[in-house]
């Protein structure tokens, strides 16, 4: 399967590290924030391979300000990137259109693999941070509830 949007993150990489470097002199070192994801089912240790909480409210409505507090800032406000980071709008738009249902499912399913991954692992590559690693910063309910939030923001034109 071809990853159109990975590439678009490479391609991205280069002004990334400028930005990131400018911001975190402008704005010191920004601590996350915590999320609290208290009324969602408890997900315990054993990290998933497909969003959980797909179309669940109120995972929308904790992903959308766990978003807006921690990833908005490069990934740009309601995940309209201003060019800076990708947009995670388009993150798995391509599986919406495919007619096999077996494929539909695979194709998510990988996606919300990157997704997870990126997040747990952030993008570190020759020691240059591009995005910093949420792994035990956040726990795994409120990295699915922004998969859920950035699922009511997909753009599928
Ligand atoms: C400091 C800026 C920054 C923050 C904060 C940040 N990101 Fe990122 N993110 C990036 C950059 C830059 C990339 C592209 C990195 C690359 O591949 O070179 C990226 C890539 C990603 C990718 C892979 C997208 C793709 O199309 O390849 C995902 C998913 C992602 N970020 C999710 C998040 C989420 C969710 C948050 C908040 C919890 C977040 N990011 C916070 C800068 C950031």
């Given at each position: 399967m071809k990853h159109p949007i990975r590439t678009l993150g490479c391609a991205l990489a280069l002004s990334a590290a400028a930005f990131t470097s400018t911001f975190a002199q402008a704005h010191g070192n920004v601590t996350p924030q915590g999320v609290?994801?208290?009324?969602?089912?408890v997900l315990g240790d054993k990290w998933r391979d497909?969003?959980?909480?797909?179309?669940n409210a109120m995972a929308q409505k904790i992903g959308a300000s766990a978003y807006n507090q921690n990833c908005a800032r490069c990934h740009g406000l309601e995940a309209v990137s201003g060019g800076i980071a990708p947009d995670l709008r388009q993150m798995d738009r391509d599986c919406v259109g495919l007619k096999n249902a077996a494929k539909k499912t695979a194709c998510f399913k990988e996606m919300d693999n990157y997704y997870l991954t990126s997040v747990r692992q952030g993008k570190v590559r020759n020691g240059a941070v591009y995005m910093p690693p949420f792994e035990g910063v956040f726990n795994q309910e409120a990295m699915w509830a922004i998969k859920t939030y950035l699922e009511t923001r997909r753009e599928t034109n």
């Open positions: 609290d994801t208290r009324g969602l089912p497909e969003n959980p909480y797909r179309g």
